[in-house]
């Protein structure tokens, strides 16, 4: 059985929170289903599939949140999918997470498959000597924010490029005005559109994502196969001519 149908979960993943008032993950991302409408990964596969590959990503990210050992919360539960800006529903979810009494923050999305436990744990460690943290993407954005409750300025924060190829640098400055320090991860790729997907794929033969893509698009190839097969089937017997008429006075003559 292939590795990504043992990617069990270790928890239900709902909203956790403990004792510890420290630092918080945040994974800001909407729900399978609606992702599918906001983007698609392939077009070699229909929305349901699509879905599924978003369910995987989406599982994956929640499984880092709950290694970290940090509290966590998933902004889908909380926040709903509507018509607000990018930025104004990141900010709200920061409030949010800063509401319960958290004093920083680690923000993380569903579109970066390579990110590890390690970058959150690095994160974690910064922020425990008041420095803030920016993993950059390779498109000029970024896939992890982290920072201080006293750095955060909602105006300023909402206010942002965002889902643009200039957020890293205007991050660098907006995080870098309050005093703190800041640190950069590895830069990794993210997954904003189809193409991103395909070199992906490429680039990493081995990971549980191109593992669950192939197995979908085998099934896909598959079902389509059979379902034209039925339809050429049911076709030609539509077809079919009936028997002649003259068939039963030609038998009697004979």
Known sequence: ?????????????????????????????RKAEEEVYAKKLSSSLNSDQNRQLFSHLISKSKQLMYDSGLDYFHSSEFIDNDSRSFGLKLSTAVNFVFNKGYESIIIIGNDTPNLSLNQIQKAQENLKNDINTIGPSTDGGTYLIAFQKSDFNTENFEALSWCTNELNEELKIELSGFGHAIKELDILGDLDNRKDFDNYLVEN????????????????FHEEKVFKSKAFSKCANVLRGPPSHNLQSENRAA
């Open 1 to 29: 059985m292939l590795d990504f149908f043992n990617f069990a979960p270790k928890t239900s993943y709902s909203t956790v929170q403990k004792a510890n008032k420290g630092t918080a993950i945040l994974l800001f991302s």
């Open 205 to 220: 033969k081995n990971s549980s994502l191109r593992k669950l893509y192939q197995f979908l698009i085998h099934t896909y």
